[in-house]
């Protein structure tokens, strides 16, 4: 079955442009999770929804990132005037349900790069 | 694709022979805790996970052994095959919506 997709694959962008990271989880999923992840390092959390509702936001950078999950399916990280330092892979992960043990279903990843 | 690679310890390995994986997570109070592979240019993949209940768990070619007195963590692979190339990442589960964090990873190079 598919798997969990994201949007664009690569983004090249000038620092100070705004950006748009989409996530489309696996279909029934009600957990999401944004992570980040630098060259040579794992992902760091950014942020979890569980259906529409952020649980967590605790990872997020600063106030120039934030995230919404409306209708409890596809997810939008969006970094307002971006900066060179925001260059990263950008993941998503989905799971069944985040209240219990479940496996994480990580997407391609989102490269982008801050010019 | 991208390599995730650059600057991790590496562990080089003979196909055939066992490769050991070792990490040492942080918070005493997990309760749950993953092991990723990741080749490059993908996404991490889920290969195997242990409750803080459990000290050892068996799958196919794999074995985790958690180690809560010292938090150390560690992933065996039997007859290492040159599709288990990787970076393998250890992830511990640091509240119940299932938040992870993730170890600094290991590279592990088999060689023929």
């Known amino acids: 079955g598919a798997g969990v997709s994201q949007s664009p694959r690569y983004k090249v962008t000038k620092r100070g442009q705004d950006v748009a990271l989409r996530c489309d989880p696996i279909?029934?999923?009600?957990?999401l999770y944004w992570y980040r992840q630098a060259l040579g390092q794992g992902p760091e959390f950014l942020t979890y929804f569980n259906y529409e509702a952020q649980q967590d936001k605790s990872g997020l950078p600063n106030d120039r990132f934030s995230a919404e999950r409306p209708e409890g399916s596809i997810s939008t990280l969006t970094i307002q005037r971006t900066e060179q330092r925001d260059s990263a892979m950008y993941r998503c992960?989905?799971?069944?349900?985040?209240?219990?043990?479940?496996?994480?279903?990580f997407g391609p990843g989102t490269r982008l790069t801050v010019l | 694709g991208e390599s995730v690679g650059l600057h991790l310890p590496t562990l080089s390995v003979q196909e055939g022979d066992n490769s050991i994986i070792n990490c040492a997570y942080s918070?005493?109070?997990?309760?749950?805790f993953i092991w990723y592979k990741q080749e490059s240019g993908k996404g991490p993949q889920f290969i195997i996970d242990?409750?803080?209940?459990?000290d050892k768990r068996q799958g196919q070619r794999v074995t985790v052994l958690l180690n809560k007195t010292v938090k150390h963590l560690s992933l065996q692979i039997a007859a290492t095959q040159p599709g288990d190339s990787a970076v393998y990442f250890c992830?511990?589960?640091?509240?119940?919506?299932?938040?992870?964090?993730f170890g600094a990873g290991t590279q592990v190079v088999v060689t023929p």
């Open positions: 992960a989905s799971s069944l349900e985040g209240l219990a043990v479940n496996e994480q279903f």
């Open positions: 992830a511990e589960q640091t509240d119940s919506w299932g938040k992870l964090q």
């Open positions: 918070n005493s109070a997990s309760d749950y």
């Open positions: 279909s029934g999923h009600v957990s």
């Open positions: 242990i409750r803080s209940n459990m």
